[in-house]
Structures are given as structure tokens and as C-alpha cells.
């Protein structure tokens, strides 16, 4: 009986790492025999990083920085084992999980604070560098981000323009001759599972401007604004972001990489299951168990729980999902090989018992699978004798 454990986070409840080590106890307490392998895992998202240092034995670095509100908070970036690939999740310094609902601003949210967080990185000497870019407060562009490492972004009268995507309209040169010189001897892989371009209908501000607090009026404006900035990019760096894929991730911030580093983006599921060796416990795994927060129409495109099932199906695999809810017809996703789909809850409970609880319903969840899998195996294994 071997199994493999390969959650994401549940957002505002529980850590991948949580979710994997519930989920273990829970089958080791019944299947005490069982050949468990733990692989907490993320999208380019919140976790991401915490997966990749965790599977390589890598280290963590804190320090303050800029918050994406402008105050001082605390932030970490990890290192591989190799001791020389540096991970950085934008969301520990620019996140969401740094503002409040009721303090939601995005026209005041600044990257400066992952600006900092690669600063500290290149005085450190790291110059290989993967960025998760999942979870952010921001709409401006990466322009925070590139303040904090050198760049000049000036107004009509040559003064250097506030922060925030609220600001970038402001914004007449860029100047670039003390943008952080180290950048260009540096690789930069950017994680991420959003293909939107930067401005548009399926651009950054109105595809996730509400979710950081804009208006109607709010979302208007930022996208003035992003349109505007990205014209002074074209003129700037001959690069157009407008309708580039990619460039719309983490409120612009993807743009800002694709102009302004050496980079390239991958999907950020792809990333963690090539640091965490998926294949090398696929090949005798009789089990594998992902899944999220919320499994829906969302984790068709690219979320964790899909890239795992997608890659256990090259290994025929089963898979099972489980999530805090469940909102999706789970024939979708049986070409993948997923045999079932699992929510927390099996009655009626309020989001706050449920993450109260969260421990127990996970424990519970996963053996309720594990021994419905292994006994029908055996019911199935017995009747081809």
C-alpha cells in the first residue's frame, strides 16, 4: 500500500504542509503498514515556496520589508539545497494575506516589498532565482518592485512618483541607469498559472482588480493607468505588454519581469513537481490524494490538484481530490484519471467551523478514501483470481 500526498494549500485554513501531515496521521492511524509519502505542493501561489525549500532541504531567510500597504512586515525567502537557487513568493512581502478585508486599497498596494526581498537575495550573492507570483495585493505593474531595486520612475517635473498602481498615469521617464546592475547576470524563473495579458476585458485590473478592493470607478482608472505605463514600456524597452500572455499575473508584476529581467515563465505546478521528484514516487504509487480549498471550474486551468492528476495519469495513477467544497461535476475530470472528488464537510457547517475543524475533517476525509480504495482493490483483486 503506498500512497502519495500531494496537497495544495487550503487558503485562510490550512498550509500544504498541514493538509500532507493531517492527511498521513490520519491513514497511518488505521493503515498503520502504509508506505506514505508526504509532497506538500503549490501553483506558483501561496506555498510554493515552502514546498520547493521543504523537498530540497533548503533553508529560510526573514527579514522586513515593505508591506504592500506600506507599512513594515515580516517576510521570508528560502534556498534550495543547492545553495544557490533562491525562491522568492511575492505574496510574503505584496500579498493579500498582509491587508485586511476591510483595509483593502489596491491603488495604494505597492510591490516594493518583493523589490526588497530580491535586493537582499543579490547582496547575498544568489543569482539563480525562482519567483512565485500567486496571491497578490497589487496593481502596479511591478513599478514598486523596480523603485525598490534602482529604477527611476519620475513624473513631468523629474520627481520620483508615489507608490501604488493608483500613481502610474504620473509616471513620464523611466530611468534605468541605477536599475540594480546584477539583475542581468541573473536567471529568473517566473511561477505562475495566469496567461492573462496586461490590460483588457482579461487583463489584470478587471479580471482581479475586485478581489482587491476596486471599484467600478477603481477599475477604470488602474486600467487607464496600466495602459499608459505600458506605453512608456514600449517606448522604453520596444516590448509590448498590452496583450502579452503572461504580463497581467500578479496585478501586472509578470509584465514587469517580462520587460525589465532575464526570465522565463513556467507553469508554477510544473516547477514544483520537477523540484519534488513526482515521477521518482509515481512509478510504485497505488494512490495519489491533492487537492485545494475549493475545487471548481478554476482547477481545470492549471491548479494544483489538475497538474498532479495530469502527471500520476502518465503513470496510471488513480487520483482522488479533496476539497474544503466541492462545485464541479467531477466526470470532467476522469479523463485524468481522477476516480473521485471529496469535500470536507458532509453536512451542513459555517466556513469558520469547518476551518476550526480543519485538522479532524481532514484526518477524516482521508481515511474514509483510503479504506473505501484499498477494500474495493481487494474485493477487485480477489474476484480476477
Known amino acids: 500500500m503506498t500512497i502519495v500526498l500531494a496537497p495544495d494549500s487550503f487558503k485562510g485554513s490550512m498550509s500544504a504542509t498541514e493538509v500532507a501531515r493531517y492527511m498521513s496521521k490520519g491513514i497511518s492511524d488505521i493503515f498503520p503498514e502504509a508506505d506514505i509519502h508526504t509532497l506538500p505542493v503549490g501553483d506558483g501561489g501561496e506555498g510554493t515556496m515552502e514546498a520547493l525549500v521543504n523537498a530540497t532541504n533548503g533553508t529560510f531567510t526573514t527579514l522586513n520589508v515593505t508591506g504592500p500597504l506600506g507599512d513594515t512586515v515580516s517576510a ?6 543547492d545553495k544557490e537557487t533562491c525562491v522568492i513568493e511575492m505574496a510574503e512581502a505584496s500579498g493579500l494575506k498582509h491587508v485586511p478585508d476591510n483595509a483593502l486599497n489596491v491603488m ?17 550573492g544568489y543569482t539563480q532565482f525562482i519567483l512565485a507570483i500567486g496571491g497578490s495585493a497589487t496593481n502596479d505593474a511591478g513599478a514598486g518592485m523596480l523603485q525598490a531595486l534602482g529604477a527611476k520612475l519620475l513624473d513631468q517635473h523629474h520627481h520620483e512618483v508615489d507608490l501604488g498602481g493608483g500613481n502610474l498615469h504620473k509616471i513620464q521617464h523611466i530611468d534605468l541607469s541605477h536599475f540594480d546592475a546584477r539583475i542581468n547576470q541573473c536567471n529568473f524563473t517566473i511561477a505562475t498559472d495566469v496567461q492573462n495579458p496586461l490590460i483588457g476585458t482579461n487583463g489584470a485590473s478587471y479580471v482581479f482588480g475586485k478581489q482587491k ?3 467600478e470607478s477603481d477599475l477604470k482608472q488602474l486600467e487607464h493607468n496600466l495602459t499608459h505605463w505600458a506605453d512608456l514600456v514600449a517606448h522604453k524597452k ?4 498590452h496583450d502579452l500572455p503572461g504580463a497581467g499575473a500578479a496585478g501586472g508584476l509578470g509584465g514587469a519581469f517580462k520587460a525589465f529581467f532575464p526570465s522565463h515563465f513556467e507553469d508554477g505546478i510544473q516547477v514544483v513537481i520537477d523540484y519534488i521528484k513526482l515521477d521518482q514516487y509515481l512509478e510504485n504509487a497505488d494512490l495519489v490524494i491533492t487537492g485545494e480549498g475549493k475545487i471548481d471550474f478554476q482547477t481545470l486551468y492549471g491548479k494544483t490538484p489538475m497538474g498532479i492528476a495530469k502527471y500520476a495519469n502518465r503513470y496510471n495513477v488513480p487520483v482522488v481530490f479533496i476539497g474544503g467544497s466541492i462545485d464541479v461535476d467531477i466526470d470532467q475530470f476522469k479523463d485524468m484519471g481522477v476516480i473521485g472528488a471529496f469535500s470536507l464537510t458532509d453536512g451542513p457547517m459555517s466556513l469558520e467551523e469547518t476551518i476550526n475543524q480543519s485538522e479532524k475533517l481532514v484526518k477524516k476525509t482521508t481515511q474514509n478514501i483510503v479504506s473505501l480504495f484499498f477494500h474495493e482493490s481487494a474485493i477487485l483483486s480477489k474476484f480476477s483470481e
Do not use: K, P
Not at 518583493?114 to 547582496?123: P, S, Y
Not at 520596444?238 to 505588454?241: D, G, Q, W
Open 76 to 81: 521570508q525567502y528560502g534556498v534550495l539545497h
Open 108 to 124: 495604494q498596494a505597492t510591490t516594493y516589498g518583493t523589490g526588497e526581498l530580491i535586493l537582499d537575495a543579490l547582496d547575498s
Open 238 to 241: 520596444s516590448i509590448r505588454l
Open 213 to 215: 478592493g476596486a471599484t
